[in-house]
């Protein structure tokens, strides 16, 4: 069946240094969605990409969707301790319901 | 704003007894999700119905149903319960397609706890 990998599990950084993860699907998705899950919370939307090659960005955070469509990343620059929690990327095949949720990285800001 | 909410913050059952999980939205979405959340895993779907009375099955099923009686409601079931299903339970719904682009709005969650 469809799966979504997403690297790496866990990143600890120094507040300041920049911080990425990478999703991964085994399909060819019709759009991925990213999510933020803040500790003891529950996962809160960042945005959608339809597009091959899309980029989008919001302040310092840069999501970019793959060419072939079947992998994304998102890019923190100078991280700060708010952005501590754990992103998710959730990836939906053309023609369901279903978004697929990758495993997630949690990140850790050390101050 | 969308508020999705879901029954019980926490639970502790007992093997074998049967379980409820309530999930409620008010903002007239056709699709609702049921997803548990483990470490190391992510978040894995059970169920998700994309109109009243409809459902359909998730990557884990197996020991679950749903019920969809209403458009605002959305109940997972544990039939009888096992320590394996000792999780986090997150209930999420959305608008369909041709509505919106189907963010996902979740509930705080269930810890359900099978001892």
């Known amino acids: 069946g469809q799966q979504v990998m997403q690297i790496p599990q866990y990143q600890h950084v120094q507040e300041g240094e920049d911080f990425t993860t990478y999703c991964n699907s085994s399909?060819?998705?019709?759009?991925i969605q990213w999510y933020k899950q803040r500790p003891g919370g529950h996962p809160v939307f960042l945005i959608q990409?339809?597009?091959?090659?899309e980029v989008k960005k919001q302040k310092r955070l840069t999501f970019q969707f793959g060419e072939a469509k079947k992998n994304s990343s998102l890019h923190i620059t100078a991280t700060q301790t708010t952005d501590v929690g754990t992103y998710f990327c959730?990836?939906?095949?053309?023609?369901?319901?279903?978004?697929?949720f990758g495993t997630g990285t949690r990140l850790k800001v050390l101050a | 704003d969308v508020k999705v909410t879901q029954s019980s913050r926490y639970l502790v059952k007992r093997t074998g007894e049967k379980v409820f999980l309530e999930c409620v939205q008010d903002?007239?979405?056709?699709?609702m999700f049921w997803y548990r959340q483990d470490p190391g895993l992510g978040l894995r779907l059970i169920y998700f119905?994309?109109?009243?009375?409809?459902?359909e099955k998730g990557d884990i099923p197996e020991g679950y149903s749903v019920s969809r009686e209403k458009k605002e409601r959305f109940s997972l079931i544990l039939e009888s319960a096992s320590t394996n299903q000792t999780s986090m339970y997150l209930c999420?719904?959305?608008?369909?397609?041709?509505?919106?682009?189907?963010?996902?709005?979740f509930g705080e969650g269930s810890r359900l706890t099978v001892l």
């Open positions: 999420a719904s959305s608008f369909n397609w041709q509505r919106s682009a189907g963010e996902l709005f």
């Open positions: 119905s994309y109109d009243v009375k409809m459902k």
């Open positions: 959730a990836g939906r095949k053309s023609g369901t319901y279903k978004y697929i």
């Open positions: 903002m007239d979405h056709e699709n």
């Open positions: 399909t060819t998705l019709s759009n």
């Open positions: 990409l339809v597009k091959s090659g």
